[in-house]
């Protein structure tokens, strides 16, 4: 073990009832939940950038987080770096990982310097992976912290700048299929707009459709199977981005003829500062057929950025995976921890510490969320609220039986017809009851 990771065992099951900081007291990976063991319905994946990169920085102070991994070069570094990240991934358990290029690989002094970084870093990744039996969930590339990109990658004013971006996607899908990926994500850091004044948002769209259609091309030309996902973000760090929120990016693909290669990979706090719950979201992804992964985190409603902290509030996981249960599970997608340690917890400890508490929190939401169905109250009221659409005119509006002219002959002749009751407060207390009954 390596940067203070020595004398840290493997942390294991326990139960509710410990009170040892290093274990997990919810999370027991092969307990059986809806016919699958827990570990399998909840995928966990170490982001790579906030847990091996993350130095505590903030707009207002420095870093307090040692980041600087032994080594004399750039890619010794990285080869160190990656060893924590697998010894780390040991010790809680985790089996998959995501990465952007940039987190992974030196930057180098050009393009062609970055590509044959990445090209040496995977080569060793790829033997860490063999050893432990880690995989990796998704990939992508960092298309929006170099300066070239302040206009966009993707959607810039500039083809010299698109063509970079191409570039680099390009390579980062070539190490995604190399380290067995399912997955590979557009997250559009700078891919939108401050003012209107200076864009043309039709070129934009298009050309980021385009190159997101030679992406696809290209990946599939190179045996990829898996699935590519968009992150929707409705700003930070533009005002207005392109993937604002998961019905935007749906209309988006649909335009582009890009929804038979693209899910959604969803993010609790990217939800709610587009105003939606992490649920809303969630739902209008599987109820489109497009519910594809998920960056577990969560926001803190008191502050309007993407604070990206560890997710503890457990009402959100329920929810959450009810909706993950109800999709059937993930298929290529899964939980990636997209949280950092707040500022002051700067230790390998507090990074330990964070994952079990999110692995943790989600555990229980599955619990629970599995308790809620075998409960059945929600679902056989939510089910007695639509009844009349499985009979009579409301089967034939089901099965698009019928017309205006038949529907207004039916209205003009029905007596007065009195709203149901929602009944939300019940069904709140309902939900309350099973959640601390577990």
Not at 291 to 313: E, H, K, V
Request: proline share 4%; hydrophobic share 40%; glycine share 8%.
């Amino acid at each position: 073990m390596v940067n203070g990771l020595t004398n840290i065992p493997p942390v294991k099951f326990e139960g509710r009832d410990s009170k040892k900081a290093l274990s997990f007291k919810y999370y027991n990976p092969d307990e059986m939940i809806q016919g699958k063991k827990m570990k399998d319905y909840l995928k966990f994946a170490m982001s790579y950038w906030h847990t091996l990169c993350g130095d505590g920085t903030d707009p207002f102070g420095s870093s307090t987080i040692d980041r600087d991994y032994s080594g004399q070069t750039p890619m010794e570094k990285a080869k160190t770096k990656a060893d924590v990240a697998f010894a780390l991934m040991q010790i809680l358990g985790i089996e998959y990982f995501c990465f952007h290029d940039l987190d992974i690989a030196p930057t180098g002094n050009s393009l062609k310097e970055l590509k044959n970084n990445l090209i040496e870093i995977t080569d060793y990744i790829k033997g860490l992976m063999d050893k432990t039996g880690i995989k990796l969930l998704w990939g992508t590339a960092n298309c929006f912290s170099h300066p070239r990109y302040m206009n966009g990658a993707g959607t810039s004013p500039q083809a010299d700048i698109f063509a970079c971006a191409a570039a680099q996607i390009k390579n980062a899908i070539d190490a995604t299929i190399k380290l067995g990926g399912t997955g590979y994500v557009f997250w559009g850091g700078r891919e939108g707009y401050e003012t209107l004044l200076n864009t043309n948002m039709e070129i934009e769209l298009d050309n980021m459709a385009k190159l997101m259609h030679m992406a696809v091309d290209y990946a599939r030309s190179k045996g990829f199977t898996g699935d590519f996902y968009i992150e929707p973000k409705p700003k930070e760090p533009t005002k207005h981005q392109y993937d604002f929120d998961v019905a935007t990016v749906v209309g988006f693909l649909r335009k582009y003829g890009l929804d038979k290669d693209f899910k959604m990979n969803i993010e609790a706090n990217h939800a709610t500062l587009a105003g939606h719950t992490f649920q809303h979201e969630l739902n209008v992804a599987r109820v489109n057929n497009v519910f594809g992964s998920i960056d577990a985190n969560q926001g803190d409603l008191l502050l309007g950025w993407d604070t990206d902290q560890f997710p503890t509030n457990v009402y959100d996981t329920t929810l959450c995976m009810l909706e993950v249960i109800k999709a059937g599970g993930f298929t290529n997608g899964g939980l990636n921890f997209d949280a950092k340690v707040r500022r002051a917890s700067y230790t390998m400890e507090d990074i330990i510490l964070a994952y079990i508490s999110g692995m943790d929190t989600f555990a229980l939401g599955l619990k629970i969320a599995n308790k809620i169905i075998e409960d059945g109250r929600i679902d056989e009221f939510v089910s007695r609220r639509y009844a009349s659409y499985k009979t009579g005119i409301g089967a034939d509006i089901i099965a698009g039986r019928t017309n205006l002219e038949e529907l207004e002959k039916y209205a003009l002749e029905l007596p007065p017809v009195e709203p149901h009751p929602g009944k939300q407060e019940y069904l709140e207390a309902v939900f309350n009851n099973v959640m601390f009954t577990v």
